[in-house]
Antibody, heavy 120, light 106 residues
Framework: QVQLQQWGAGLLKPSETLSLTCAVN????????WTWVRQSPGKGLEWIGE???????TYNPSLKSRVALSVDTSKSQFSLRVTSVTAADTAVYFCVRGDRRDYYYYLDVWGNGTTVTVSS | DIQMTQSPSSLSTSVGDRVTISCRAS??????LNWYQQKPGGAPKLLIY???RVESGGPSRFSGNGSGTDFTLTISNLQPEDLATYFC?????????FGQGTKLEI
């Protein structure tokens, strides 16, 4: 059964770079869209972007200028970087597996979440 | 972006109740609508995809319906473990967007 294990720094100062990594354990890395979603009291659940095992990326236009996703297929890991963070980036960040059945897309395996706080 | 609006925001219920949660999209998205359940302190869990398809392993008391812009999640015979917040999500167009959530209180 596939599990996602995520880690990264939880406390940042404004203007710093957020960096999180997610490891895919117990399942295939290919054939899925590896996704990041964040959740904050103010904005709720927000889709950040996704990356395939081959490195093709799709970003939320509202974050695209500050976000970068990457993959390391040798380790079955994918990563998120958000530059120039502000208090508005304070949220719980989830790594998630995106899958399709027929033409329908859904997020079916979620990591436990990492709380990221941006404060001076 | 496609806006997703859920109603109600919260709902006081009782064990055994039949509960219906609504989700409205700002444009037609049929049937690219998913439902997730999130328990306190946990990550969301997929319940329904493609508006009405129950995720494998999901309890049969959960069902989804709807088309166009209006969708519903129904929980029949509510159980204590259904205490959670429920979110809808559209996957018709990027960026995929979520509703603000409906919190069930039992």
């Amino acid at each position: 059964q596939v599990q996602l294990q995520q880690w990264g720094a939880g406390l940042l100062k404004p203007s710093e770079t957020l960096s999180l990594t997610c490891a895919v354990n117990g399942g295939s890395f290919g054939g899925y869209d590896w996704t990041w979603v964040r959740q904050s009291p103010g904005k709720g659940l927000e889709w950040i972007g996704e990356i395939t095992h081959s490195g093709r990326t799709t970003y939320n236009p509202s974050l695209k200028s500050r976000v970068a996703l990457s993959v390391d297929t040798s380790k079955s890991q994918f990563s998120l970087r958000v530059t120039s963070v502000t208090a508005a980036d304070t949220a719980v960040y989830f790594c998630v597996r995106g899958d399709r059945r027929d033409y329908y897309y859904y997020l079916d395996v979620w990591g436990n979440g990492t709380t990221v706080t941006v404060s001076s | 972006d496609i806006q997703m609006t859920q109603s109600p925001s919260s709902l006081s219920t009782s064990v055994g109740d039949r509960v219906t949660i609504s989700c409205r999209a700002s444009q037609s998205i049929s049937p690219y609508l998913n439902w997730y359940q999130q328990k306190p302190g946990g990550a969301p869990k997929l319940l329904i995809y493609a508006a009405s398809r129950v995720e494998s392993g999901g309890p049969s008391r959960f069902s989804g319906n709807g088309s166009g812009t209006d969708f519903t999640l129904t929980i029949s015979n509510l159980q204590p473990e259904d205490l959670a917040t429920y979110f809808c999500q559209q996957t018709y167009r990027i960026p995929y967007t979520f509703g603000q959530g409906t919190k069930l209180e039992i």
